[in-house]
């Protein structure tokens, strides 16, 4: 039997809207959790809930990849500041966090064969886990958040981040299964292969940036990938950054999207 753990002091269940009675959540909050999952691997992640919100919302929520980025760079002190700012409206952050540990008779972490489909191509080894990984994901994390969170399950009110080798996880994921999220923030993917996927038939939106100082990829990989998804009937805007692969610039522009993508609205 699967088991999920909490590893904060409280239970989350009774800061959200497993609660018996709807409470008004006064400050913001970042909760960490384990998950037990179907492979039998033990995974963490973390959910931020900003504050003045009922614990019956069905907010919008952001699904990110890397998450760990969420406590290592100071998110929650910038989403923080955005609300206080009136900058943005309520948005919940998921974080699914990343194993950086290095896969056993390989030369690449866990991290990079979890996320990028092409390096288990000809192996079984790497295939298995990034199926694993993948199932996760889709099967066992998305559910969790939307148990212990108040989040709305509406495609619509789903968007993906992922930076690097994870914005090649939210590229594959987006045509593996098409419909799952409304749009995707994909941030210097590095390599995705995606010859031997179709038509995009669901609608989905892309925001995929790159850095002009980025060592690979901004003359060939970076427009070749927008041409293909634009061929495959992707809603693409993309833009590039004068900096390099860094997660600064991740983080600016995360917010500057937050702005345009859950704008502050007047009551």
Known sequence: MKKTFSIIACSICSLFILSSCVKTIESSQFNEFRIECGD??????????????????????????????????????MMDSLYECKAIRPVVIACSYENKMTVPGYSIAYRNAEYVEALAKNDNTLAQLFDNHYNFFIGEFIP??????????????RVF?????????????????????????????????????????????????????????????????????KKRGADVHSWVFNGGHDREWWKYWFAEELKLRFPYKVK
């Open 161 to 229: 981040f992922g930076t690097s080798n994870s914005a090649d996880f939210g590229l594959t994921m987006s045509l593996r299964n098409q419909g799952l999220f409304s749009e995707y923030w994909c941030y210097s993917p590095v390599y995705s292969n995606i010859s031997e996927y179709g038509m995009i038939e669901t609608p989905t939106r892309y925001r995929i940036c790159w850095g002009a100082k980025e060592e690979i990829g901004q003359f060939d990989y970076f427009p070749n990938l927008i041409k293909d998804l």
């Open 40 to 77: 039998g691997t033990v995974r963490s992640g973390g959910i931020y809930i900003p504050g003045g919100i009922k614990s019956d919302a069905q907010l919008p929520v952001i699904y990110m990849a890397d998450g760990l980025v969420f406590k290592d760079c100071a998110f929650k002190r």
């Open 144 to 157: 969790y958040i939307e148990k212990h969170a108040p989040v709305s399950a509406l495609p619509d009110d």
